[in-house]
């Protein structure tokens, strides 16, 4: 039988057909060629995504330490308690089991809302939800015993985690900085060091079923985590305390409207030693307003709920936050004329020291007449009376000798066109003029640190430049990292951007200066009883704003001889009495040298003057005989009386450690016993020094001044007395008097 025969139409049809398969074989062929080979590891990552669960294991971040080694920030450890809504959703009873978790948690939980539970179980098809993110020890424990009453261990997971802590709350808050919920940082060193803080987050990677159920244990990787490094800063948390305690007094004192800010740094290395911003805030509870903002949060009188307030809390948080030291710029104002003078010594024709100047009140310069801050003129003083007595006359004239462009060189020079390179965030810097148009006029005003701004930081970096003999330095706060194994990965050098002055230069400069607050010069209440300390303070307008809104400022380097450390304090928009640095600045820099330097390892050098007026540390007595005590005590200079029987002294009043004056010095002992007879305090407040003094030791309470020099020897009235008027003590009790300061207008 003869085959069919097929017809052409047939055979080109099924060729198509063939080669459309054979195309389609090829495409499925390279596409799985490429999924092997070029698309292997996504997708694999895709298969590995859907059958495991990947857990994070968080990097410790590296302590912060403060230059003696102690804890600035630290971690801590608290619980995340989480619910895995998938795995109760597939319970039998899983509305009964929603509503017992619900109410488990909210009553473990404080502030924890039964409503909010059941929202996290409504995303049935999510495997994890975090329901607290922060609980303390107790808390976990409570939902641990929850878990374990009730059999929960698949449904609910208590996590221990690590989270960010500052031991001492407020201190150097603007410095540190903290960090964010995810543990970034955010301000501050915290910010400026993440990555080194931080470390390397490792994992735990465990397989799943398609139920979200764990699959055994062979199926699971551990990837370990690098912890961060540990940083140990210059920063030394007593000076930073010292600096702070005396920041608060001058914020509260001089009514500051702006903030105050200070710096104490070390001039011969550039290392901050503490740096504040007052007021201050709770590092472990950042977003919380301080009292002050928190006072004038309320006064703007709009609702929680609304968006104005909302907006207003920000904006105050934001500036709570700012480190008010290194972000802002100020007119220096007199505190420049340190610069000033020593650009002109530096230039050996400029001036003879011996020159005498006149000051008749004011000077003309170009088409402007410039005052003098003192109405009727200085007189005839020398450069060194010029610079002591802050006299503008005198600084417009010898910067004219100078020129415009040679000041402008020593401008760049000290640093203040430029940012100085802290290790921190968000430096500010100067307004300066601009070399081509730097006219007469505007070298006279700048002469006596008008007309231009600079940061807190760039000012005392110059000075600094003075103290130390010259060297422009970068200041930093970073001494050494180390890793978790204690190599050390960093490790500071001390940075020279250039010598400024000469070594004659800075030392003349220095005696001056220490000659003022020694004498009677515009920053004697820099004054410290056994150093020797150079200072100037300076007061400038507010250039745009209300004419009365000031800036009063003061900064100083000790001992003058050698200099060590430098400080500067300023306020900004002082309303309470006087606005002058000499009153809101010194005295409270003057605190800020007497409190440290001694810690610091300077040792006091007293004068003969200093050691007679100077007042009286009393002894622990408790322990001593009768004999003892009054051998010791009358040889030191102290008058006592005795209260009680007995040989041997059970208590004392004063307290041992006070200081008082020595006139009329009274230690009242107790033996057995005995109770020392109480007297009622006087009003003091409005009488002069001497005539306080004299009530105080007829009846039997002793003295001490608030300040760092000798009010009893000028005939000054009592500003504040410690205890009130009225008030019954112990006789021995110590009456710490307050005086107004000299105001000295610079």
Same mark, same amino acid.
């Given at each position: 039988m003869p085959k069919p025969s097929v017809s052409r139409k047939t055979l080109k049809r099924s060729s198509v057909v063939a080669l459309g398969l054979v195309v389609c074989f090829l495409f499925l062929a390279l596409r799985i060629f490429s999924i092997q080979i070029f698309d292997f590891a996504r997708y694999q990552k895709k298969v590995i995504d859907q059958l495991t669960t990947e857990s994070p294991v968080r990097a410790d971040r590296g302590e912060i330490l403060d230059a003696a080694g102690r804890v600035l920030a630290t971690n801590r450890t608290v619980y995340r308690v989480s619910v895995f809504p998938n795995v109760i959703a597939r319970q039998e009873n899983s509305e009964e089991v929603r509503g017992l978790i619900a109410k488990g948690l909210a009553a473990a939980v404080k502030d924890l809302k039964i409503e909010k539970v059941m929202e996290h179980l &409504?995303? &049935? *098809?999510e495997l994890e939800r975090t329901v607290v993110r922060s609980a303390d020890t107790d808390t976990a424990n409570a939902v641990l015993a929850f878990v374990g009453e009730y059999g929960l261990q698949d449904m609910i997971a208590v996590e221990a985690i690590s989270t960010r802590y500052y031991p001492y709350g407020d201190l150097a808050a603007h410095l540190l900085g903290f960090t964010g919920s995810d543990g970034q940082g955010l301000y501050g060193l915290e910010l400026q060091y993440n990555s080194a803080l931080a470390g390397q987050d490792g *994992? /735990?990677?465990?397989?799943?079923? *398609? &139920? $979200?159920?764990?699959?055994? $244990? *062979? /199926?699971?990787? /551990?990837? #370990?985590?690098t912890d961060g490094y540990t940083v140990q800063t210059t920063i030394d948390a007593y000076v930073q305390a010292v600096l702070e305690e005396q920041l608060e007094r001058t914020l509260i004192e001089s009514g500051a409207a702006n903030r105050v800010c200070g710096i104490v740094m070390d001039v011969n290395t550039g290392a901050v030693l503490a740096m504040a911003t007052g007021p201050s805030f709770n590092l472990n509870d950042p977003f919380a307003l301080n009292a002050a903002c928190a006072k004038e949060l309320a006064a703007l009188g709009h609702s929680p709920d609304s968006e104005e307030y909302k907006a207003a809390q920000n904006r105050l948080l934001l500036e709570t936050w700012s480190n008010k030291a290194v972000t802002e710029i100020y007119m220096p104002g007199s505190t420049f004329k340190t610069l000033t003078c020593s650009a002109v010594l530096e230039e050996d024709a400029v001036i003879d020291l011996d020159e005498r100047f006149y000051c008749s009140g004011s000077l003309q310069v170009a088409d402007r007449t410039i005052r003098c801050h003192k109405v009727g003129g200085h007189g005839s003083l020398t450069f060194r009376e010029g610079l002591q007595n802050s006299c503008n006359p005198v600084m417009m004239t010898i910067a004219a000798r100078l020129g415009c462009e040679t000041f402008y060189d020593y401008v760049k020079a000290f640093g203040l066109l430029e940012k100085t390179g802290i290790d921190l965030p968000g430096e500010g810097n100067s307004i300066f003029h601009a070399a081509s148009n730097f006219t007469e006029l505007d070298l006279a005003t700048a002469s006596f640190g008008q007309n231009f701004k600079v940061s807190i930081l760039q000012m005392l970096t110059a000075v600094g430049a003075v103290?130390? $003999? $010259?060297?422009?330095? &970068? #200041? /930093?706060?970073?001494q050494s990292m180390t890793d978790a194994d204690g190599n050390t990965v960093y490790q500071h050098e001390m940075a020279l951007r250039r010598q400024v002055i000469s070594t004659e230069t800075a030392k003349t400069i220095s005696e001056i200066l220490a000659g003022g607050v020694a004498g009677d010069g515009g920053a004697k209440n820099a004054y410290v009883a056994g150093y020797r300390v150079a200072a100037k303070t300076g007061t400038s307008e507010k250039i745009g704003d209300d004419k009365s809104a000031r800036i009063g400022s003061c900064v100083a380097y000790a001992p003058a001889d050698d200099p060590q450390v430098a400080v500067i304090i300023v306020v900004d928009e002082p309303t309470d009495g006087s606005r002058y640095g000499s009153v809101v600045a010194a005295p409270y820099v003057a605190a800020v040298l007497d409190g440290i330097l001694s810690y610091l390892g300077v040792e006091a050098v007293y004068t003969e003057e200093e050691l007679k007026n100077m007042a009286l540390t009393v002894p622990n007595c408790v322990g001593w005989s009768r004999e003892q005590a009054a051998e010791m005590l009358f040889a030191a200079g102290f008058q006592l009386s005795f209260v009680g029987e007995g040989s041997v002294i059970t208590s004392q009043t004063p307290q041992w450690g006070s200081s008082i004056e020595k006139s009329g010095a009274h230690i009242v002992l107790t033996l057995g016993d005995g109770v020392p007879q109480t007297v009622t305090v006087p009003q003091l407040v409005g009488l002069t020094a001497s005539a306080a003094n004299r009530i105080l030791i007829d009846l039997g309470l002793n003295l001490s001044i608030d300040g760092a020099f000798d009010s009893l020897a000028a005939d000054k009235t009592v500003l504040e007395q410690s205890i009130a008027a009225g008030i019954a003590v112990p006789k021995g009790t110590v009456i710490r008097l307050r005086f107004p300061y000299e105001e000295k207008i610079e």
């Amino acid at each position: 039988m003869p085959k069919p025969s097929v017809s052409r139409k047939t055979l080109k049809r099924s060729s198509v057909v063939a080669l459309g398969l054979v195309v389609c074989f090829l495409f499925l062929a390279l596409r799985i060629f490429s999924i092997q080979i070029f698309d292997f590891a996504r997708y694999q990552k895709k298969v590995i995504d859907q059958l495991t669960t990947e857990s994070p294991v968080r990097a410790d971040r590296g302590e912060i330490l403060d230059a003696a080694g102690r804890v600035l920030a630290t971690n801590r450890t608290v619980y995340r308690v989480s619910v895995f809504p998938n795995v109760i959703a597939r319970q039998e009873n899983s509305e009964e089991v929603r509503g017992l978790i619900a109410k488990g948690l909210a009553a473990a939980v404080k502030d924890l809302k039964i409503e909010k539970v059941m929202e996290h179980l &409504t995303h &049935t *098809s999510e495997l994890e939800r975090t329901v607290v993110r922060s609980a303390d020890t107790d808390t976990a424990n409570a939902v641990l015993a929850f878990v374990g009453e009730y059999g929960l261990q698949d449904m609910i997971a208590v996590e221990a985690i690590s989270t960010r802590y500052y031991p001492y709350g407020d201190l150097a808050a603007h410095l540190l900085g903290f960090t964010g919920s995810d543990g970034q940082g955010l301000y501050g060193l915290e910010l400026q060091y993440n990555s080194a803080l931080a470390g390397q987050d490792g *994992s /735990y990677i465990t397989a799943r079923d *398609s &139920t $979200g159920n764990e699959l055994p $244990g *062979s /199926y699971e990787a /551990y990837l #370990p985590a690098t912890d961060g490094y540990t940083v140990q800063t210059t920063i030394d948390a007593y000076v930073q305390a010292v600096l702070e305690e005396q920041l608060e007094r001058t914020l509260i004192e001089s009514g500051a409207a702006n903030r105050v800010c200070g710096i104490v740094m070390d001039v011969n290395t550039g290392a901050v030693l503490a740096m504040a911003t007052g007021p201050s805030f709770n590092l472990n509870d950042p977003f919380a307003l301080n009292a002050a903002c928190a006072k004038e949060l309320a006064a703007l009188g709009h609702s929680p709920d609304s968006e104005e307030y909302k907006a207003a809390q920000n904006r105050l948080l934001l500036e709570t936050w700012s480190n008010k030291a290194v972000t802002e710029i100020y007119m220096p104002g007199s505190t420049f004329k340190t610069l000033t003078c020593s650009a002109v010594l530096e230039e050996d024709a400029v001036i003879d020291l011996d020159e005498r100047f006149y000051c008749s009140g004011s000077l003309q310069v170009a088409d402007r007449t410039i005052r003098c801050h003192k109405v009727g003129g200085h007189g005839s003083l020398t450069f060194r009376e010029g610079l002591q007595n802050s006299c503008n006359p005198v600084m417009m004239t010898i910067a004219a000798r100078l020129g415009c462009e040679t000041f402008y060189d020593y401008v760049k020079a000290f640093g203040l066109l430029e940012k100085t390179g802290i290790d921190l965030p968000g430096e500010g810097n100067s307004i300066f003029h601009a070399a081509s148009n730097f006219t007469e006029l505007d070298l006279a005003t700048a002469s006596f640190g008008q007309n231009f701004k600079v940061s807190i930081l760039q000012m005392l970096t110059a000075v600094g430049a003075v103290a130390n $003999g $010259g060297d422009l330095l &970068t #200041p /930093y706060l970073v001494q050494s990292m180390t890793d978790a194994d204690g190599n050390t990965v960093y490790q500071h050098e001390m940075a020279l951007r250039r010598q400024v002055i000469s070594t004659e230069t800075a030392k003349t400069i220095s005696e001056i200066l220490a000659g003022g607050v020694a004498g009677d010069g515009g920053a004697k209440n820099a004054y410290v009883a056994g150093y020797r300390v150079a200072a100037k303070t300076g007061t400038s307008e507010k250039i745009g704003d209300d004419k009365s809104a000031r800036i009063g400022s003061c900064v100083a380097y000790a001992p003058a001889d050698d200099p060590q450390v430098a400080v500067i304090i300023v306020v900004d928009e002082p309303t309470d009495g006087s606005r002058y640095g000499s009153v809101v600045a010194a005295p409270y820099v003057a605190a800020v040298l007497d409190g440290i330097l001694s810690y610091l390892g300077v040792e006091a050098v007293y004068t003969e003057e200093e050691l007679k007026n100077m007042a009286l540390t009393v002894p622990n007595c408790v322990g001593w005989s009768r004999e003892q005590a009054a051998e010791m005590l009358f040889a030191a200079g102290f008058q006592l009386s005795f209260v009680g029987e007995g040989s041997v002294i059970t208590s004392q009043t004063p307290q041992w450690g006070s200081s008082i004056e020595k006139s009329g010095a009274h230690i009242v002992l107790t033996l057995g016993d005995g109770v020392p007879q109480t007297v009622t305090v006087p009003q003091l407040v409005g009488l002069t020094a001497s005539a306080a003094n004299r009530i105080l030791i007829d009846l039997g309470l002793n003295l001490s001044i608030d300040g760092a020099f000798d009010s009893l020897a000028a005939d000054k009235t009592v500003l504040e007395q410690s205890i009130a008027a009225g008030i019954a003590v112990p006789k021995g009790t110590v009456i710490r008097l307050r005086f107004p300061y000299e105001e000295k207008i610079e």
